[in-house]
């Protein structure tokens, strides 16, 4: 794929080549979805911290911008769920202008991050990783919705897990009855709704039908309008963020992670997406138009947005196949925000509770989770890490630290995977070409090196080595199962070759199949050291070698 090619919004393929029925469809689809994204916008708004009207201001906004400018087909962006810890604790830190600045930031470190080319790294993220944080999102989710869930009479929800729960059991003789009534009709409606039609969405059903009780009913119970006031029916006028240098280096840390989220939801999703229409997204076009809708977000008084698996599915199940179906949710937002929006601040704040229920529950993936669990020891390991750091520390940590974890286990597959024998006294016999079917000559050592020989594995090397016999003149190193080498796998062959040269022993490299190995013998200097002649291609042809030495 050319450059021109990789940076080419999918809204561009269409032009010349789009159907006035794949419009409909398109149009339908994205009425379809913008009213499934209005009740998760303001419960993703509220539980993150902020204001409802944010919430709207970014599905509106960076909705558009990740339809026009997107690298995936049918990508709906927009405030999720799993920005929600994060934000959170941003706001919390930081309050509402910080988060801002480093809602900017990570928009602009996505950007970066997608002319870089990254789109394709970010994709290879170790999957128990994603399964851990995501099912530990969804916990906190849960967690931080049983004050409206239960109707609690409390001051703030403290922002740490187990803070919350202590908390929660401290105030629990004051559950509001009602409330919870709409908590568990809500979650009801959701679930069964589906058995009677998928034309209308279940939550916005369920906000329809509750609200309408607890107006109709006089029930006590908390509101949108009662917690945070009106909601503004227009937009606020943009303003880029004042950043400074300390400002920046407060904030980078947040943002990094802001960026880092998004970036593996918002492909993820885009993949997602892929195998349900057959298509192919363009990973850094996505980066770039995630990192767009973030700086404009941020511009606009928003919150972080990234791609929504829910919506994108959504979305394509009702016919959606351009990104003229993403443009249209955003702008059936709008109208609604304009013409229906201030009815809003009568939605019971249970009612949101229970629709974010649902969504945890969805985001938890228990059944992935438990299949992970039940597989090797090293991907549980960074499954537990990571979940367990999400929950009880935060986002950021457990992500850096299951990346690590994973890396460190890994490796340790790899070390283990690697392995060097003297074939002259191994057992070989299940070998294609074993060393009973030639004959050595005497004062010949055979070894065989079989896995990567790089910094964790160069060990064991240097170690089967050292207990090499005083008696051999020639010592054949077979290197046909070693598809990589590194620097200190080099190294470690220098220290060898040179020892061996010190006492009189010749060092001679067979089957060097490998172009990396090569090469970095060749670019490291060590294939003149050791000698060409000596640095074979088959193993019969290091016996030759072996004869004319000595």
Known sequence: MSAGDMFKPKLLEIAGNYSRPQFLKDLMAGTIVGIVALPLAIAFAIASGVSPEKGLFTAIIAGFIISALGGSRVQIGGPTGAFIVIVYGIVQHYGVNGLIIATFLAGVLLIILGFARLGSVI?????????GFTSGIALIIFSSQIKDLLGLTMGAVPADFMGKWKSYAAHIASVNGYAMLLS???????????????????????????????????????????????????????????????????????????????????????????????????????????????????????????????????????????????????????????????????????????????????MSEWENFISVLKGSRSDAAVLLTTFFLTVLADLTIAIEIGMVLAVFLFMRKMIQF??????????DTDDKEPIANYTLPKSVEVFEITGPLFFGAAYKFKDAIRFIEKGPRVVVIRMRKVP???????????????????????????????????????????????????????????????????
């Not at 993220?125 to 399964?131: A, D, E, G, Q, S």
């Not at 690697?418 to 057992?427: A, E, F, I, N």
């Not at 990589?484 to 199949?513: M, N, P, Q």
Request: hydrophobic fraction near 50%; glycine fraction near 8%.
């Open 123 to 131: 994709k290879y993220i170790p999957y128990p990783l994603i399964v």
């Open 418 to 427: 690697s392995d060097t024998g003297t074939l002259t006294k191994m057992d």
């Open 184 to 362: 568990f009709a809500t979650i009801a409606i959701i679930v069964l709704w589906p058995k009677v039609t998928h034309k209308i969405p279940g939550s916005l059903m369920a906000i329809l039908l509750t609200t309408i009780a607890a107006i109709g009913l006089h029930l006590p119970v908390e509101t949108i309008g009662s917690r945070f006031g009106s909601i503004p029916s227009s937009f606020p006028s943009p303003a880029v963020p004042r950043l400074d240098p300390e400002t920046i280096k407060q904030l980078l840390r947040p943002a990094f992670a802001i960026a880092l989220l998004g970036g593996i939801e918002s492909l993820l999703s885009a993949v997602v997406a892929d195998g349900m229409i057959g298509g192919n997204h363009r990973s850094n076009m996505e980066l770039v138009a995630q990192g767009t809708a973030n700086v404009f977000s941020a511009v606009f008084g928003g919150i972080p947005a990234t791609g929504a698996i829910a919506r994108t599915a959504t979305n394509i199940k009702n016919g959606g196949r351009t990104p003229v179906a993403g443009i249209t949710h955003a702008l059936v937002l709008l109208l609604i925000m304009l013409i229906v929006g201030k009815w809003a601040i009568f939605i019971p704040m249970a009612t949101l509770a229970g629709i974010l229920i649902v969504v945890a529950y969805n």
């Open 484 to 550: 990589i080498i590194d620097a200190t796998g080099i190294k470690t062959l220098k220290e060898v070759h040179k020892d061996f040269k010190r006492r009189g022993v010749k060092l001679i490299l067979s089957e060097v199949h490998s172009p990396q190995v090569l090469k970095e013998l060749k670019d490291t200097r060590l294939l003149f050291a050791i000698g060409k002649a000596n640095v074979t291609g088959s193993f019969e042809a290091s016996l030759k070698r072996c004869k004319e030495v000595l």
